[in-house]
């Protein structure tokens, strides 16, 4: 597995604790950039006055800190473009819809 999939494969670990998929489906995250081993994240939250704006992007560093050999990882948060609910992936999709949300 390469260094990209991997950063994937952890991402999907971290949840937006008020939505029930993570933080990858959800499409939150609007790019993976490798240098090496160092890792930068660009993402975003579903709303700017969200209460997790500090937390979710050290769960992430967190993360991403686990995968052996890992550089430096960085979390940067943007707010544009703005989050929407048509940015959740088929998969993020379906998990919604496993819990009755209609998307």
């Not at 998929?21 to 579903?46: Q, S």
């Amino acid at each position: 597995m390469d260094l990209k999939e991997e950063v994937i494969k952890k991402l999907k670990e971290v949840y937006d604790p008020e939505i029930p998929v993570d933080i990858y489906n959800l499409g939150l995250v609007y790019g993976i950039e490798i240098n090496g081993n160092d890792v930068h994240i660009l993402m975003t939250l579903t709303a700017p006055g969200c209460p997790l704006a500090n937390v979710l992007p050290q769960e992430v560093k967190e993360k991403l800190s686990e995968i052996p050999g890992i550089g430096n990882v960085e979390v940067e948060i943007t707010w544009e473009p703005a989050w929407t609910p048509e940015m959740i992936t088929e998969e993020g999709k379906e998990k919604l819809r496993s819990f009755g949300y209609n998307v």
